[in-house]
């Protein structure tokens, strides 16, 4: 049997990596793409052209963990040819052993808090290593740092601030799979953002799990100031963060957005429900009216903010009238996004105790419901950009229409068209007149 050991030193590896879930998830990606790179490895494009077969893997709802299982069970014939797999991120460190039992062909599990060690793991697997394993969990004091990440796009990046989460949030699985809170220096964040802008890139988005608990080692820079210091970088006209909880969103950030101009009109939210009884159930520290209170400093910006938030939906206990509160929450801030889930029981969490009480059917029928008055919401907030002058980074094309994709501040989709004979080039800037609106996109013509 042919394995990846019995390969000459000499000769190039090559590794296929496919990313489930988050964008930590998608940056992630990035810096262990880079990292194999670094150890002479070449991506390609296809599990049958590949040695090791890598999945960065989700198990923030049943469905998201389902995929991995299901694309190893498509290709485990591979390894009969002498290909290896390995299972990477939070499914890696919620089952753990667990995955070799269920998938014998396997070689490395490992959890986001242990790829400071892949390099070690990769050796081990190329001496013929079995069941090699990073699963340090929570006990990890490090951020997993590289200078070797390898970006997908060459105009727009991640930089990871705080790897990790302590709010236990009752029905979810990221504390157990990303470990405790960890923030990067702001001289190294910093140091990251000005070589990218070095490197040709104009728009950054700062990552964490929870970007206002963000703790500066060197108690240098609160996350506000960080953000505006990132946002004042020579080069950097776009700066965007997520994700926000609720509990530690201070009024500073509003005010850094104030004074920079290249920090985002955006803020991504994630309030969960619109009921305090069930945001006590949820453990998320907030009641209704004090998440209201954030929202009114960021109504209160010099700026139009877009907001946006995630919902979960048939919560344990969640009532008819809880579920009232919630619809009754997309009318009071008057969202331009939401994205809403159906609660997913996950294992090691508080709420998987409480019972998953509300029927299956009935939680498709309250996202339903919850979609439906969204979009009315949207219909009309989006609307109100038609004859209004917008800022876009151009994205790509889509020459079946005539058009180029673009992104304003806001973080909206604005698809336009040009007079000029060539499309402008992706990553560059143009100012757009809007004509027409959809509940999701805007349509406009550059000026
Ligand atoms: N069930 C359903 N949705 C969940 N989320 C997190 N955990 C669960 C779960 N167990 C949602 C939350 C979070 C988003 C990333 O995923 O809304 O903000
Ligand atoms: Fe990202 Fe959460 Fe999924 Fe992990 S479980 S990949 S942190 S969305």
Redesign the pocket.
Known sequence: MASVSAQPESSSRTFYIET??????AHDSEKVIGTLVQQGYTQVEEEEAAELILY?????RDK?EQKVFNRLNDYKKLYKQGKRFAVL??VAQQEGEKIFERAPYVSIVSG?ASYNRLPQMLTQLQAGGQRITGLDDRQTEETFETEFTARSNPHRGYITIIEGCDKFCAY???PY??GKERSRTSTSVLAEARKMADAGYTEIQLLG?NVNSYLDPEEKKSFAELLAAVGEVAGIRRVRFTTSHPRHFSRDIVEAIDAVPSLCDHVHLPVQSGSSRVLGMMNREYSREQYLERISWIKAAKRPISLTTDMIVGFPGETPEDFEDTVSLLGEVQYDGVFGFKYSPRPNTPAISMADSIAEEEKSLRLQLLFDRQREIQRINYAKHVGETLEVMVEGYNSARGQVIGRTSQNKTLNFTTSLPIYPAQGSYVPVRVTQSYPNSLVGEAV
Do not use: K, L, P
Not at 20 to 25: P, S, V
Not at 56 to 60: A, F
């Open positions: 489930f879930g988050c964008q930590m998830n960065n893997t989700c198990s923030i998201a991120g939070c986001s979810c699985v990221v799979t990303r799990q």
